[in-house]
């Protein structure tokens, strides 16, 4: 690539798909850490008082397709947390499920060009979308890992961090 | 933006300096968590048998700057985890503080261009070099939340996860 080609900005570090690819990259992971509890425990077990996975795998839910939801119709609706429907293992992982390409399509509607577009998500973060994005990526990854220590403390082997 | 511009690919979305802004971003609430640890606790309390947090701060240490001057160098030594000299908050405090501009100069020295051509970091995982400074991260944010959970465990209020 010459110099003048990089000048020009046309070298992206990372593309609108490979950030994608990341992200469901964590997404199969997050998906095995619900399936790494026990169903009981996974509503039920915590350690300093912390919310149950369950609890924090729904808010990744209520973050993901709702997001992108409202960046695609830029729409600023509340972040709704509550999903009293999702009562076992099995309904959070269909939930888990159908939401994977939701995410695809809905990421797919979001232009290139306004990643950097600000915008007010749930009508209270008024970031530009990348930013945005990033930030529900990070947030799964750190509960997620408050997930891990749950199972260890359970004296459960969590999956290995490096398997998308 | 016009439609010709974005078929040229040149809206990027999300830049170098972007990247590293994120990085040292979650960088200074990582810094944050250790702070937060009583001295003695930081190198001794964990929870399931896990690492204290100590540890995991030296490793996240053990991977920025040697990895970033591997990527930079093209060279693969092994990765080095043990940094017996680090005893105290302070010691690890000042470690931290120390990385910070040669993450930044590091940083500074990978060619836009450079960010999709693989390299073999530490000599064992072989993959473009936006992938490996992006599990730099990810790996960041996810042994900080644990310290988060033994922080919780220990009766502390952890910093804010949106503080960066």
Request: charged share 20%; hydrophobic share 40%.
């Amino acid at each position: 690539m010459d110099q003048k080609h990089q000048i020009m900005g046309t070298s992206q570090i990372l593309s609108k798909a490979e950030l994608l690819n990341h992200w469901q990259g964590h997404r199969r992971l997050t998906r095995k850490v619900i399936e790494a509890f026990p169903g009981d425990q996974l509503f039920t077990f915590s350690v300093g008082g912390m919310r149950p996975f369950a609890d924090l795998a729904k808010e990744m839910l209520a973050i993901a397709v709702p997001g992108l939801q409202g960046i695609v119709d830029r729409t600023e609706s509340d972040y709704e947390e509550s999903q009293p429907d999702i009562k076992t293992k099995a309904q959070l992982l269909l939930r888990w499920d159908e939401a994977t390409p939701h995410i695809d399509a809905l990421f797919d509607q979001i232009p290139e060009a306004d990643f950097h577009v600000s915008f007010n998500l749930f009508g209270q973060y008024n970031f530009p979308i990348i930013q945005n994005i990033l930030y529900f990526i990070d947030n799964e990854i750190h509960h997620r890992a408050q997930g891990y220590v749950y199972l260890r403390a359970l004296g459960i082997q969590p999956p290995f961090f490096w398997e998308r």
